[in-house]
């Protein structure tokens, strides 16, 4: 597999609303090693705002500047 992509380092994260998998959060990276814990907390953290922004959950997280869709 590795010789036929060029991905090299893979993060993924769980989108979960009320305690169902709604999707997931995969990150790629043609550099190996190019994840740091740093990096892991900040998607964990956009993962979260994911899941509350998401339709299912019930909460909207709000926006200022950005064109909303009806």
Do not use: C, W, Y
């Amino acid at each position: 597999m590795v010789e036929t992509t060029p991905v090299r380092a893979v993060m993924g994260f769980r989108l979960i609303i009320e305690r169902h998998k709604i999707g997931a959060l995969n990150l790629f990276s043609a550099t190996a090693g190019a994840f740091t814990t740093e990096a892991a907390a900040q998607a964990s953290v956009l993962t979260a705002f994911a899941s509350v922004d998401h339709p299912r959950s019930g909460h909207r997280v709000p926006t200022r500047g950005v064109a909303q869709q009806p």
